[in-house]
Nanobody, 115 residues
Framework: VQLVESGGGLVQPGGSLRLSCAAS????????MSWYRQVPGKERELVAA????????NYADSIKGRFTISRDNAKNTVYLQMNSLKPEDTAVYYC?????????WGQGTQVTVSS
């Protein structure tokens, strides 16, 4: 299983970024995917989740209405569109899949929101 995140960077408050997570090594279309984020000294927190076929998604209250999770099963990729970014969104963002009770994580991509 391999998960590779990309799309992070430095953005001004109010700006947008689109994160991607390219998956390989498993049948992507059969698994729900999720995005988490972590800041130094804090636990990793769930940002958004999407089931295997798309459809009903879940979001953390702190990002509802600003972030959108989506997936393209033909490309084995899950996305996180982030709009109206705030300084408190600064974190390392990770994608995750759980297979047979084991969690797999990507290496993370840094998002910094600052003027």
């Amino acid at each position: 299983v391999q998960l590779v995140e990309s799309g992070g960077g430095l953005v001004q408050p109010g700006g947008s970024l689109r994160l991607s997570c390219a998956a390989s090594g498993f049948t992507f279309s059969s698994y729900g995917m999720s995005w988490y984020r972590q800041v130094p000294g804090k636990e990793r927190e769930l940002v958004a989740a999407i089931p295997s076929g798309g459809g009903s998604t879940n979001y953390a209250d702190s990002i509802k209405g600003r972030f959108t999770i989506s997936r393209d099963n033909a490309k084995n990729t899950v996305y996180l569109q982030m709009n109206s970014l705030k300084p408190e969104d600064t974190a390392v963002y990770y994608c995750k899949v759980v297979r047979f009770g084991r969690a797999y994580w990507g290496q993370g991509t840094q998002v910094t929101v600052s003027s």
